[in-house]
């Protein structure tokens, strides 16, 4: 086994707990399958068979049962749970401690968040043939003036997202930098001697980090070692990163010693021997685009930005939500097998009026509607009559006769009676809508905590 995958579901959704509600995340209907379907697939689709799925311990159950009855093929998995009480406490480096024994070989690190029909094999290609302690995959993102999407609810002025500011040698993708333009208000100083060795590193402020990364074993085992540590993003790999400058106080090519072990010491979790120095040598001169790396630099860190065709999105806000619902339907064929349909065949749709939908098992669509652009969760049913189009129905959704939908989005069991029309609005987890409602731009929720948009 090269890699262990371990894909992080444990996270509660707290920019968007408005449709998130009490549910796990992970779960949040998305093309007719829970989120964190995207990522198993993904590792299933590139052999990362042996999977490890990091949730919270109430929840577990509930996203065990999900995943048993997705189509993936031939992948393994397992659960290390989150104590609830305890959960706000752990960042993503605080839950690859906790798996680190679990961990026999490199790893890939994916949050369950995160969407993508990128080509794969050149990313493991670039961490292979330069033995990289870790590669980092980044994506330009979408344009939002480019896939225009009116998110449900009051409209309210949109928070701006975050901006990384990514270092990358542009002749042999070195990673050299990372940091959140947060961090710097008006100047930005870098390390003279980063300059001097890398000269022509390009400074990115437009790459969206796709929180997937491949890590060497070695600097798991430094993670579970070190309580320093927190955050994978935001903190190890900054700290990675810039060791690279950095040279042991002691050779460690001769070798791996226990003797006057400091586990505090990045240094001395490398273990590299005569032979990986020659396997390395061999790579960089074969490949003449590397030649700027030496066999001297024991921490390898490398970015691979996908290319522009490339579809990479995290699933964290309520807009990427939106987004990536409206595209799912045209994408689908290039993220999952083509035997997999986005219509189940466990549902029954009556309609002849069904165009760019998804439609999950166990929903009933009757006759004499019309469906166009939308999504449909598991037990969905819809009645004659209505007219639904952009919108996203979660699971157990009912829908009366004579109801329109025009881009909204049903939480889990809400009921529209009927004659209702809604546009633009978002409905709360079992909210009923009464008979005959027409509403615009609004949010129709009586869920404790349900956050205005």
């Known amino acids: 086994m090269e890699f262990h995958a371990v894909v992080f579901a444990a996270g509660v959704g707290t920019r968007f707990r408005d449709i998130v509600g009490s549910r796990p995340k992970c779960l949040l209907t998305v093309g007719g399958f829970p989120l964190i379907f995207y990522p198993l697939n993904f590792c299933s689709k590139y052999g990362f068979e042996d999977v490890t799925i990091i949730v919270l311990e109430s929840q577990k159950n509930e996203i065990a049962q999900?995943?048993?009855?997705?189509?993936?093929?031939?992948?393994?998995?397992?659960?290390?749970?989150?104590?609830?009480?305890?959960?706000?406490?752990?960042?993503?480096?605080?839950?690859?401690?906790?798996?680190?024994?679990?961990?026999?070989?490199?790893?890939?690190?994916?949050?369950?968040?995160?969407?993508?029909?990128?080509?794969?094999?050149?990313?493991?290609?670039?961490?292979?043939?330069?033995?990289?302690?870790?590669?980092?995959?980044?994506?330009?993102?979408?344009?939002?003036?480019?896939?225009?999407?009116?998110?449900?609810?009051?409209?309210?002025?949109?928070?701006?997202?975050?901006?990384?500011?990514?270092?990358?040698?542009?002749?042999?993708?070195?990673?050299?930098?990372?940091?959140?333009?947060?961090?710097?208000?008006?100047?930005?100083?870098?390390?003279?001697?980063?300059?001097?060795?890398?000269?022509?590193?390009?400074?990115?402020?437009?790459?969206?980090?796709?929180?997937?990364?491949?890590?060497?074993?070695?600097?798991?085992?430094?993670?579970?070692?070190?309580?320093?540590?927190?955050?994978?993003?935001?903190?190890?790999?900054?700290?990675?990163?810039?060791?690279?400058?950095?040279?042991?106080?002691?050779?460690?090519?001769?070798?791996?010693?226990?003797?006057?072990f400091d586990q505090n010491d990045i240094f001395e979790h490398i273990k590299q021997n005569e032979l990986d120095q020659k396997i390395l040598q061999t790579n960089l001169n074969t490949f003449s685009r590397l030649k700027r790396s030496t066999n001297s630099e024991l921490i390898r860190c490398f970015a691979y930005v996908a290319p522009e065709e490339t579809f990479c999105m995290r699933v964290n806000t309520l807009l990427n939500y939106c987004q990536v619902n409206k595209k799912i339907v045209s994408l689908f064929h290039t993220l999952a097998d083509p035997n997999i349909a986005l219509v189940s065949r466990n549902a029954t749709i009556q309609s002849t009026q069904i165009s760019d939908s998804a439609v999950a098992e166990n929903s009933t669509i009757a006759e004499k509607t019309s469906i166009k652009n939308s999504i449909f969760g598991i037990g969905c049913n819809v009645?004659?009559?209505?007219?639904?189009?952009?919108?996203?129905?979660?699971?157990?959704v009912t829908v009366e006769e004579r109801v329109i939908l025009e881009n909204c989005i049903i939480c889990d069991k809400a009921v529209i009676k009927q004659g209702s029309t809604l546009k633009n609005c978002l409905v709360g987890h079992n909210f009923i809508v009464h008979e005959n409602t027409v509403a615009d731009k609004k949010t129709l929720s009586t869920g404790e905590g349900f956050m205005e948009i």
């Open 66 to 260: 999900r995943i048993s009855k997705l189509p993936l093929q031939k992948l393994k998995y397992d659960f290390v749970c989150l104590n609830q009480e305890s959960q706000e406490d752990y960042g993503t480096a605080d839950a690859l401690r906790l798996v680190s024994e679990k961990v026999k070989s490199d790893v890939i690190l994916i949050s369950c968040d995160t969407i993508t029909n990128i080509d794969f094999f050149p990313v493991l290609d670039l961490f292979r043939m330069n033995d990289a302690s870790c590669v980092a995959l980044f994506d330009k993102g979408i344009e939002a003036s480019a896939t225009p999407v009116v998110i449900p609810g009051p409209k309210v002025k949109q928070q701006k997202s975050e901006r990384d500011l990514v270092g990358i040698d542009s002749e042999n993708s070195r990673l050299l930098f990372l940091a959140s333009t947060t961090d710097y208000q008006e100047n930005l100083s870098l390390p003279g001697h980063l300059l001097r060795s890398h000269g022509k590193m390009t400074i990115h402020s437009n790459l969206n980090d796709a929180h997937i990364y491949l890590l060497k074993k070695w600097v798991v085992n430094y993670v579970a070692n070190s309580d320093k540590f927190s955050t994978v993003k935001g903190e190890l790999l900054p700290f990675i990163i810039k060791k690279q400058l950095s040279r042991p106080l002691k050779s460690l090519t001769s070798g791996f010693s226990e003797v006057n």
């Open 383 to 396: 009645e004659q009559k209505t007219r639904i189009s952009d919108s996203i129905l979660m699971n157990g």
